[in-house]
T-cell receptor, first 112, second 117 residues
């Protein structure tokens, strides 16, 4: 799977929107973009995924650049509970199996 | 629906010993994956089992092994423990193991914290 690049850390104020960027310049046409997050002392949890179009769910929105070389996870109103490490992961839909290749992720700190 | 459970949650061993960790997936899930998380290397894939067969394997030495039982429960074993094996070991389960599916959400357990002295 292609590699992703994320900032090491970001800071946000509570109740403000947060935009978490991810670069994936070598993405292939069959790579889906997945986001997981890991809250303190917990295992990672799924947030959202997409291919080309922007996606929304109850947790977040995913904005994908037209050339697909970057994407942005958007938390519309950050809460203290959103403080976590966020991982942007590419997964080739042509690969059977559930292996996830995690990078370093972005540690999001939320200030009250 | 109960989540993924891992036992034990904490474990302390000494170098040279072996250890077995257990994972019970979400009911109905047949795929179980194992990951190692350390401060230096981050989250790294160990292996994945589906229907009692190892389907994928990460880049770890042969001291790391696993198996899956007919009820989908899985165990991983580390023999001849080294200090560098100290880590959080995470198990994840999923209902599918197919290509062509964009959405194979992984459900992670809380992990087993292994300390090797």
């Amino acid at each position: 799977d292609a590699k992703t690049t994320q900032p090491n850390s970001m800071e946000s104020n509570e109740e403000e929107p947060v935009h978490l960027p991810c670069n994936h310049s070598t993405i292939s046409g069959t790579d889906y973009i997945h986001w997981y997050r890991q809250l303190p002392s917990q295992g990672p949890e799924y947030v959202i995924h997409g291919l080309t179009s922007n996606v929304n769910n109850r947790m977040a929105s995913l904005a994908i650049a037209e050339d697909r070389k970057s994407s942005t996870l958007i938390l519309h109103r950050a809460t203290l509970r959103d403080a976590a490490v966020y991982y942007c992961i590419l997964r080739d839909v042509g690969n059977a199996g559930n292996m996830l290749t995690f990078g370093g992720g972005t540690r999001l700190m939320v200030k009250p | 629906k109960a989540g993924v459970t891992q036992t034990p949650r904490y474990l302390i061993k000494t170098r040279g010993q072996q250890v077995t960790l257990s994972c019970s997936p979400i009911s109905g899930h047949r795929s179980v994956s194992w990951y190692q998380q350390t401060p230096g290397q981050g989250l790294q894939f160990l292996f994945e089992y589906f229907s009692e067969t190892q389907r994928n394997k990460g880049n770890f030495p042969g001291r790391f092994s696993g198996r899956q039982f007919s009820n989908s429960r899985s165990e991983m074993n580390v023999s001849t423990l080294e200090l560098g094996d100290s880590a959080l070991y995470l198990c994840a389960s999923s209902s599918y193991w197919t290509s062509g599916s964009s959405y194979n959400e992984q459900f992670f357990g809380p992990g087993t914290r292994l300390t090797v002295l």
